[in-house]
């Protein structure tokens, strides 16, 4: 059978570092093992080929029942990402850039991305693409393309030192890195960013209001549904409307409680999420000040409110304004205002802001009044804008993620109804086109 390649295994490794899944697990590798001592710590780096790499992101992203067109729809967007970033850390380095559009005593609007690793090219963690180890039932003595071991077959070496192998899941995505070779997503001689969230709540985020103020053609809105249903569309840039949107449960392919379809793409502890396309979130007023206090350093005092200035075309908050009895001030981009208002990650920004205040003037119970901007008809409400701070905050909202480009619970439910994954791409990707690079 030849020489098995080489495969080591780290113990305790993070995952979702940061998010409310966050947890270690041991993960094993295929390809060299680097290791690199700086600032007290020791860094592992895994150096391992593209299509080997991309393996192990498929499997890591999906769960092992995964339709097949889905999964080569996302070998695809995860290759296009990987080279598009080589390409731009390149850029970075020639020309540098500030994520800071604002950053005043009142204001600060920054956007986050992929900040260029100094040691590495990519991490291996939901900041980049999930990379968790061997997913692999193939000889691994022979190179992906050519020599490949069809039946799937682990040599016994290798199957010893990995107990945890999923060999339906290594056969399924060997054959769809075999399927998708190469090919890419191209848009104006280059590569396409290709951007992809677990659920965008039933319309794609455009890339300007999560990142650079750039328009990228391919990186629209779009309702998540077919266009041949003919579906009323909506402005969500609009406050009524997005609030109707997001507090409405209208037709999507990502809009699904289907065990079977949501298995495809919810790892098992992704599946500790119960909601996604709608969610609702509680603060109490002390909860909502010291998070805010944790996560931007800053106190607030008693929070008053907080206004959606500005939304993207999906209904997510690209500014914020915080209004605090000690200080006010505004926050943005949209995943700045997800990391302020939740220890781990807010779903999203597309929320709306539920108020409520304790009884008052010997009325029972609470009372409740939803924030929109700031509206003047809150006043008519006791307790809003009478200067009181409310006891609670209530956020419900829609999506899970940036929303930007392809959604893959939206994709695995294009997947399951017969659509090919040219078609997954081109409605996720519009004015794109698939181009075999290699």
Known sequence: ?????????????????????????????????????????????????IEDYLQCVIASEMSPTAGF??????????????????????????????????????ELIRWQDREDHTYYDFCADDHCQRYQGIPMARDFSAPLRSGRNDKGVIPSEVEESLPS??????????????????????YDGRVCD???????????????????????????????????????DWDLTRETQARRWILSHPRSFCNTRSKRLLGQVL??????????YRWRIEYSQQEVHDILLERTGEDFGEILDLIPLERGVSGRICRLKIVGSAKTKIIGKELEIRKSLSRS??????????KVYDAINGCEGLLRKT??????????????????????????????GHGVGLCQIGAAAMG???????????HYYPNSSLKNLY
């Open 1 to 49: 059978m030849g020489t098995v390649a080489p495969c080591f295994t780290l113990k305790g490794v993070e995952i979702g570092k940061g998010f409310h899944w966050q947890r270690r697990q041991d993960q094993s590798f295929r390809g060299s093992l680097r290791l690199i001592a700086r600032e007290g710590r020791v860094i592992a780096i895994n150096v391992v080929g």
């Open 69 to 106: 067109e889905f999964l080569k729809a996302h070998a695809v967007i995860s290759r296009s990402w990987l080279l598009a970033q080589l390409d731009k850390r390149d850029e970075v380095l020639r020309e540098g850039y500030s994520a800071v559009v604002c950053d005043t005593p009142d």
């Open 165 to 186: 192998v999923d060999p339906a899941m290594i056969r399924k995505t060997a054959k769809v890195i075999e399927a998708t070779w190469g090919q890419v997503l191209w």
């Open 194 to 232: 290709a951007r992809f969230s677990k659920c965008c709540g039933g319309a794609m985020e455009e890339f300007r209001y999560c990142w650079e103020d750039k328009e990228v053609p391919y990186l629209k809105y779009e309702r998540d549904v077919d266009p041949s249903a003919g579906l009323k």
């Open 267 to 276: 790892k098992d502890y992704d599946s500790e999420t119960k909601d996604f």
């Open 345 to 354: 990650h807010l779903y999203s920004s597309a929320f709306v802001v539920e």
């Open 371 to 400: 924030s929109i901007c700031g509206c003047a008809r809150r006043r008519s409400q006791p307790g809003a804008g009478d200067g009181s701070a409310p006891a609670q905050f209530i956020l419900r909202g829609a999506g899970w």
């Open 416 to 426: 399951s109804r017969g659509y090919d994954y040219r078609t997954i791409l081109a």
